[in-house]
């Protein structure tokens, strides 16, 4: 972890934005410039193979979309453990960075409401059509994102702009891999589609399928299949019929349930072609549909600012 004020890559440090398994991330600047970057940073100070594929498929692939709805990439690299480049005379273990697009909102899960709270219809849809047209694009530059969640997209101060971020277990269309090994799946579980789940090849509609549990957990404050475990997470995509969203919130519409009986179909096929399409019936939908003013979904002091 570095301290503010320390240079890493070339930048400087100004706080830091949160840290995963894998890696720290950090708010950063150019000392010549005054636009503010995110700065990713993986935790492994070996930098192994498996890590080095990983940062090099995520820069590959996200680095060849060009989508306002879409986090831009900068740059990557490796440096020393001191912070310096690697490569130099004496240079200790390296770890691997990337620089992209910084966002100065919260991730989307701000979007889901509590269990007092209504949703805010008009940012569900507003978010929805937005991811739902960088997701469509990445499709038509045959990538799959593979992990369409709530903490993948992120949201601008004022709530009106969105951004789909995190292309690490990103796959390109032509790759016939395999994605579940040994049991093992790569992705986000609540939001993750049967073929996803079982091994077959993905397509854009496996994207959709996550893309409609997110909505779906935006709208009614939990995701399609709320189970205690993975396994029966797993078997609930696979085998269990598909929630009705009024069963969660009954003043939503009731024709908004076969409108995601359809997006999370167990068949790919059977599901909308695009995600746009998708959002665009449900935004017709809810026009003009407001939740419930007693108990509307409350921003938090920093929204307001």
């Known amino acids: 972890m570095f301290e503010i004020g320390a240079v890493v890559a070339g930048y400087v440090i100004e706080s830091r934005l949160g840290r995963g398994s894998s890696a720290d991330v950090y708010r950063v600047r150019r000392p010549a410039e005054s636009i503010p970057v995110a700065l990713k940073v993986f935790h492994n100070r070996d930098a192994d193979d498996r890590v080095a594929w990983r940062l090099e498929r995520e820069f590959s ?48 899960t701000v979007l889901i409401p509590g269990p007092d709270q209504e949703p805010d219809v008009d940012a569900v849809v507003r978010v929805s059509t937005q991811i739902g047209s960088a997701l469509d694009y990445a499709h038509q530059m045959d990538v799959i994102h593979r992990d369409v969640k709530p903490a993948n997209i992120l949201l601008s101060s004022d709530q009106c702009s969105a ?3 995190d292309f690490g277990i990103a796959q390109l269309l032509d790759d016939a891999k395999p994605l579940a090994r040994n049991g093992r799946v ?20 496996t994207d959709g399928y996550a893309l409609a549990c997110t909505m779906f957990e935006w709208l009614t ?25 009024t069963s969660r919130r009954s003043w939503l519409p009731a024709a908004l349930n076969s409108v995601f009986a359809k997006a999370l179909a167990k068949d ?8 746009t399409e998708f959002v665009a019936i449900v935004a017709k939908i809810m026009r003009d549909v407001p939740a419930p003013q007693s108990r509307r979904r409350r921003w938090p002091a920093w929204s307001r600012r």
């Open 61 to 108: 692939i996200a680095s060849r979309l060009r989508h306002p709805h879409i986090v831009a990439m900068y740059e990557h690299g490796e440096l020393r453990a001191d912070g310096g480049g690697a490569g130099e005379a004496g240079a200790q273990p390296t770890r691997l960075w990337l620089s992209m697009q910084y966002v100065d909102g919260p991730e989307s």
């Open 163 to 165: 951004v789909l971020t």
């Open 186 to 205: 790569r992705g986000s579980i609540a939001y993750a589609a049967p073929e996803l789940l079982t091994a077959q090849q993905l397509l854009p509609q």
């Open 221 to 245: 404050g939990l995701p399609p299949y709320p189970r205690p475990t993975t396994f029966a997470i797993t078997y609930a995509h696979l085998h269990d019929e598909v929630p009705t969203l």
């Open 268 to 275: 790919p096929s059977a599901r909308y072609d695009s995600c």
